[in-house]
Protein backbone atom coordinates (compact mmCIF):
# COMPACT_ATOMS: atom_id res chain seq x y z
CA UNK A 1 0.00 0.00 0.00
CA UNK A 2 2.61 2.53 0.62
CA UNK A 3 4.48 1.92 -2.32
CA UNK A 4 1.34 2.41 -4.31
CA UNK A 5 0.90 5.91 -2.56
CA UNK A 6 4.87 6.84 -3.26
CA UNK A 7 4.28 5.88 -7.11
CA UNK A 8 1.17 8.13 -7.18
CA UNK A 9 2.66 10.99 -5.36
CA UNK A 10 6.10 10.10 -7.38
CA UNK A 11 3.54 10.70 -10.55
CA UNK A 12 1.76 13.62 -9.14
CA UNK A 13 5.13 15.33 -8.95
CA UNK A 14 5.82 14.53 -12.66
CA UNK A 15 2.30 16.33 -13.49
CA UNK A 16 3.28 18.97 -11.51
CA UNK A 17 6.54 19.89 -12.67
CA UNK A 18 5.21 19.64 -16.98
CA UNK A 19 2.45 21.77 -15.57
CA UNK A 20 4.89 24.26 -14.33
CA UNK A 21 7.32 23.56 -17.03
CA UNK A 22 4.41 24.20 -19.97
CA UNK A 23 3.76 27.50 -17.79
CA UNK A 24 6.87 28.56 -18.23
CA UNK A 25 7.30 28.14 -21.72
CA UNK A 26 4.40 29.90 -22.23
CA UNK A 27 5.28 32.93 -20.45
CA UNK A 28 8.56 32.97 -21.90
CA UNK A 29 7.03 32.36 -25.58
CA UNK A 30 4.79 35.47 -24.59
CA UNK A 31 7.22 37.38 -23.24
CA UNK A 32 9.49 37.17 -26.55
CA UNK A 33 6.84 38.12 -28.47
CA UNK A 34 4.68 40.66 -26.80
CA UNK A 35 7.56 42.37 -24.49
CA UNK A 36 8.99 45.80 -25.75
CA UNK A 37 12.29 46.07 -25.57
CA UNK A 38 13.95 49.61 -25.99
CA UNK A 39 17.57 49.31 -27.22
CA UNK A 40 20.31 52.28 -27.68
CA UNK A 41 22.61 53.04 -30.54
CA UNK A 42 25.21 55.02 -31.60
CA UNK A 43 26.37 55.95 -35.34
CA UNK A 44 29.55 57.83 -35.34
CA UNK A 45 30.98 59.95 -38.57
CA UNK A 46 33.45 62.73 -39.40
CA UNK A 47 31.21 63.91 -42.10
CA UNK A 48 27.99 64.44 -39.46
CA UNK A 49 27.50 68.04 -39.47
CA UNK A 50 27.81 69.71 -35.82
CA UNK A 51 24.40 70.73 -35.64
CA UNK A 52 23.16 66.23 -35.76
CA UNK A 53 25.69 66.03 -33.14
CA UNK A 54 23.38 64.11 -30.20
CA UNK A 55 20.19 63.93 -32.47
CA UNK A 56 18.50 60.89 -32.14
CA UNK A 57 16.38 59.07 -33.84
CA UNK A 58 13.89 56.29 -33.01
CA UNK A 59 13.31 53.71 -35.48
CA UNK A 60 10.18 51.07 -35.81
CA UNK A 61 10.10 48.61 -38.14
CA UNK A 62 8.21 45.30 -39.53
CA UNK A 63 4.50 46.00 -37.13
CA UNK A 64 2.45 43.49 -39.56
CA UNK A 65 -0.22 45.37 -37.40
CA UNK A 66 1.09 43.89 -33.88
CA UNK A 67 -0.62 46.32 -30.79
CA UNK A 68 1.36 47.04 -28.02
CA UNK A 69 -1.02 48.33 -25.51
CA UNK A 70 -4.72 49.30 -26.02
CA UNK A 71 -4.26 51.41 -29.69
CA UNK A 72 -0.60 50.85 -29.05
CA UNK A 73 -0.39 53.19 -26.44
CA UNK A 74 2.79 50.91 -24.86
CA UNK A 75 4.04 51.39 -28.19
CA UNK A 76 3.34 55.39 -28.34
CA UNK A 77 4.58 56.42 -25.08
CA UNK A 78 7.78 54.45 -25.33
CA UNK A 79 8.40 56.03 -27.78
CA UNK A 80 7.48 59.62 -26.74
CA UNK A 81 9.83 58.73 -23.63
CA UNK A 82 12.89 58.72 -25.81
CA UNK A 83 12.15 62.27 -26.82
CA UNK A 84 13.44 61.52 -30.45
CA UNK A 85 14.10 64.78 -32.75
CA UNK A 86 13.08 61.87 -35.79
CA UNK A 87 10.85 58.81 -35.93
CA UNK A 88 11.42 56.77 -38.98
CA UNK A 89 9.28 53.74 -40.27
CA UNK A 90 10.72 51.00 -42.79
CA UNK A 91 8.53 49.65 -43.88
CA UNK A 92 5.78 46.28 -43.34
CA UNK A 93 3.31 48.52 -40.59
CA UNK A 94 0.83 46.55 -42.38
CA UNK A 95 0.72 42.04 -42.80
CA UNK A 96 -1.10 40.57 -46.12
CA UNK A 97 -1.72 37.40 -43.87
CA UNK A 98 -3.47 39.27 -41.41
CA UNK A 99 -5.42 41.98 -43.88
CA UNK A 100 -4.06 44.48 -41.97
CA UNK A 101 -6.18 47.74 -42.77
CA UNK A 102 -5.64 51.24 -43.77
CA UNK A 103 -6.76 52.61 -40.07
CA UNK A 104 -4.09 50.41 -38.40
CA UNK A 105 -0.57 51.94 -39.93
CA UNK A 106 -2.81 55.34 -40.45
CA UNK A 107 -3.68 55.59 -36.49
CA UNK A 108 -0.26 54.57 -35.52
CA UNK A 109 1.31 57.49 -38.01
CA UNK A 110 -1.17 60.07 -36.27
CA UNK A 111 -0.18 59.60 -33.07
CA UNK A 112 3.85 59.40 -33.85
CA UNK A 113 3.64 62.24 -36.01
CA UNK A 114 2.42 64.46 -32.70
CA UNK A 115 5.73 63.01 -30.82
CA UNK A 116 8.15 63.89 -33.79
CA UNK A 117 8.59 63.96 -37.29
CA UNK A 118 8.06 60.69 -39.00
CA UNK A 119 8.95 59.59 -42.43
CA UNK A 120 8.07 56.41 -43.63
CA UNK A 121 8.77 54.18 -46.46
CA UNK A 122 7.11 51.04 -47.83
CA UNK A 123 7.83 47.14 -47.03
CA UNK A 124 7.09 44.10 -49.13
CA UNK A 125 3.28 44.07 -47.43
CA UNK A 126 2.38 47.26 -48.43
CA UNK A 127 2.44 46.08 -51.68
CA UNK A 128 0.66 43.01 -51.38
CA UNK A 129 -2.86 44.49 -50.30
CA UNK A 130 -4.76 46.74 -51.96
CA UNK A 131 -4.37 50.52 -52.74
CA UNK A 132 -0.86 51.44 -51.56
CA UNK A 133 -0.74 54.42 -52.99
CA UNK A 134 -4.42 55.18 -50.92
CA UNK A 135 -2.20 54.06 -47.83
CA UNK A 136 0.60 56.57 -48.38
CA UNK A 137 -2.57 59.48 -49.20
CA UNK A 138 -3.78 58.50 -45.78
CA UNK A 139 -0.42 58.39 -43.99
CA UNK A 140 0.38 61.93 -45.17
CA UNK A 141 -3.08 63.19 -43.99
CA UNK A 142 -2.17 62.03 -40.68
CA UNK A 143 1.12 64.01 -40.73
CA UNK A 144 3.35 61.15 -41.86
CA UNK A 145 6.09 62.65 -44.24
CA UNK A 146 5.96 59.64 -47.18
CA UNK A 147 9.58 59.00 -48.64
CA UNK A 148 8.75 56.98 -52.31
CA UNK A 149 11.45 57.30 -53.79
CA UNK A 150 11.91 60.62 -53.02
CA UNK A 151 14.36 63.46 -50.70
CA UNK A 152 13.97 65.65 -48.30
CA UNK A 153 16.37 68.07 -46.15
CA UNK A 154 16.43 67.96 -42.75
CA UNK A 155 17.33 70.86 -40.33
CA UNK A 156 18.80 70.78 -36.73
CA UNK A 157 21.17 73.35 -34.75
CA UNK A 158 21.89 75.41 -38.17
CA UNK A 159 22.88 72.31 -40.25
CA UNK A 160 21.16 70.08 -42.50
CA UNK A 161 21.64 66.38 -43.94
CA UNK A 162 19.53 65.11 -46.90
CA UNK A 163 17.13 62.11 -45.51
CA UNK A 164 16.39 60.06 -48.45
CA UNK A 165 13.55 56.84 -49.23
CA UNK A 166 12.52 54.22 -51.45
CA UNK A 167 9.59 52.31 -52.21
CA UNK A 168 10.10 48.43 -51.62
CA UNK A 169 11.14 46.65 -55.10
CA UNK A 170 7.49 44.75 -54.48
CA UNK A 171 6.29 48.18 -55.60
CA UNK A 172 5.17 48.91 -59.80
CA UNK A 173 7.35 48.07 -62.14
CA UNK A 174 7.81 51.59 -63.71
CA UNK A 175 8.93 53.07 -60.55
CA UNK A 176 11.93 54.75 -59.88
CA UNK A 177 15.40 52.66 -59.40
CA UNK A 178 17.28 53.47 -56.32
CA UNK A 179 20.39 53.95 -58.59
CA UNK A 180 18.36 56.92 -60.52
CA UNK A 181 17.18 58.32 -56.53
CA UNK A 182 21.14 58.19 -55.90
CA UNK A 183 22.31 59.94 -58.79
CA UNK A 184 19.40 62.75 -57.99
CA UNK A 185 20.55 63.04 -54.53
CA UNK A 186 24.23 63.07 -55.81
CA UNK A 187 22.65 66.31 -58.41
CA UNK A 188 20.95 67.88 -55.68
CA UNK A 189 23.31 67.31 -52.48
CA UNK A 190 26.71 66.84 -54.12
CA UNK A 191 29.22 65.30 -51.34
CA UNK A 192 27.23 66.02 -48.08
CA UNK A 193 25.89 63.46 -45.24
CA UNK A 194 22.93 61.62 -46.46
CA UNK A 195 20.49 58.71 -44.72
CA UNK A 196 18.59 56.22 -47.10
CA UNK A 197 15.43 54.56 -45.63
CA UNK A 198 14.93 51.16 -47.43
CA UNK A 199 13.27 48.63 -46.02
CA UNK A 200 14.96 45.30 -47.57
CA UNK A 201 17.73 44.51 -45.42
CA UNK A 202 18.99 41.95 -48.04
CA UNK A 203 19.99 44.69 -50.41
CA UNK A 204 22.40 46.23 -48.80
CA UNK A 205 25.89 44.34 -49.75
CA UNK A 206 25.13 43.85 -52.93
CA UNK A 207 22.85 47.28 -54.12
CA UNK A 208 22.17 49.76 -50.99
CA UNK A 209 25.36 50.03 -50.02
CA UNK A 210 27.03 51.25 -53.67
CA UNK A 211 24.31 54.07 -53.70
CA UNK A 212 26.52 56.83 -51.52
CA UNK A 213 24.97 56.99 -48.31
CA UNK A 214 26.46 57.42 -44.96
CA UNK A 215 23.86 55.41 -43.22
CA UNK A 216 21.36 52.88 -44.92
CA UNK A 217 18.52 52.31 -42.13
CA UNK A 218 16.53 49.17 -42.91
CA UNK A 219 14.61 46.14 -41.33
CA UNK A 220 12.53 43.13 -43.04
CA UNK A 221 15.17 40.54 -41.46
CA UNK A 222 13.22 40.41 -38.16
CA UNK A 223 16.45 39.72 -36.51
CA UNK A 224 16.59 35.97 -37.69
CA UNK A 225 14.04 35.40 -35.85
CA UNK A 226 15.11 33.17 -33.48
CA UNK A 227 18.40 34.51 -32.01
CA UNK A 228 21.11 32.40 -31.18
CA UNK A 229 24.93 32.80 -29.91
CA UNK A 230 27.42 33.55 -32.51
CA UNK A 231 24.45 33.88 -35.25
CA UNK A 232 22.74 36.66 -37.00
CA UNK A 233 19.51 34.67 -35.99
CA UNK A 234 18.48 31.02 -37.41
CA UNK A 235 16.20 31.76 -40.42
CA UNK A 236 15.81 34.42 -42.90
CA UNK A 237 12.22 36.08 -44.02
CA UNK A 238 12.81 34.15 -47.14
CA UNK A 239 13.27 30.89 -45.19
CA UNK A 240 17.08 30.58 -45.34
CA UNK A 241 18.95 29.44 -42.61
CA UNK A 242 21.84 31.37 -40.82
CA UNK A 243 21.12 34.77 -42.47
CA UNK A 244 23.24 38.05 -42.50
CA UNK A 245 22.57 41.70 -41.96
CA UNK A 246 19.18 40.92 -39.65
CA UNK A 247 20.26 43.23 -36.53
CA UNK A 248 22.57 46.17 -35.67
CA UNK A 249 25.48 47.84 -37.78
CA UNK A 250 27.07 47.04 -41.01
CA UNK A 251 29.34 48.23 -43.45
CA UNK A 252 30.15 47.60 -46.90
CA UNK A 253 31.80 49.40 -49.64
CA UNK A 254 32.17 52.64 -47.30
CA UNK A 255 28.65 52.54 -46.52
CA UNK A 256 26.82 51.64 -43.40
CA UNK A 257 23.53 50.03 -42.64
CA UNK A 258 21.61 49.65 -39.21
CA UNK A 259 19.08 47.29 -39.30
CA UNK A 260 16.07 46.89 -36.96
CA UNK A 261 15.46 43.52 -35.27
CA UNK A 262 11.15 44.88 -35.93
CA UNK A 263 8.28 44.46 -33.85
CA UNK A 264 6.07 42.07 -35.09
CA UNK A 265 5.37 38.78 -36.87
CA UNK A 266 4.00 37.86 -40.41
CA UNK A 267 1.60 35.66 -40.16
CA UNK A 268 2.46 32.46 -38.31
CA UNK A 269 5.88 32.70 -37.64
CA UNK A 270 7.18 33.98 -34.08
CA UNK A 271 10.27 35.13 -32.20
CA UNK A 272 12.08 33.72 -29.73
CA UNK A 273 14.95 35.01 -27.38
CA UNK A 274 14.33 38.28 -29.86
CA UNK A 275 11.72 40.51 -28.52
CA UNK A 276 9.94 43.17 -30.12
CA UNK A 277 12.38 45.93 -31.07
CA UNK A 278 12.54 49.74 -30.62
CA UNK A 279 15.26 51.18 -31.86
CA UNK A 280 16.63 54.55 -30.51
CA UNK A 281 19.53 55.92 -32.99
CA UNK A 282 22.11 58.82 -31.33
CA UNK A 283 24.23 60.34 -34.61
CA UNK A 284 27.53 61.54 -33.23
CA UNK A 285 29.98 63.58 -34.87
CA UNK A 286 33.15 61.88 -35.13
CA UNK A 287 36.04 64.32 -34.07
CA UNK A 288 39.04 64.22 -36.64
Known sequence: MAKHSRKKRSIGRRILIIFLLAIFCAGFFYWSNRSLQIERFTFSSSRLPQGFDGCTIVELSDLHGAVFGEDNTDLVNAVRDQSPDYIFLTGDLLDRFRETPHSYAVDLGRQLSAIAPTYFVTGNHEWALPDPRGLKRALGEAGVTVLDNRFVTLERGGDQILLAGIDDPNGYADQKTPEELAQEVSAAWGDGFWILLAHRNDHFPGQYSLLGADLVISGHGHGGMIRLPFTDGLISTERTLFPSYTAGFYEEHGSTAF??????????????????????????????
Open 259 to 288: ISRGLGNSGPSFRLFNRPQIAVLTLEREQQ
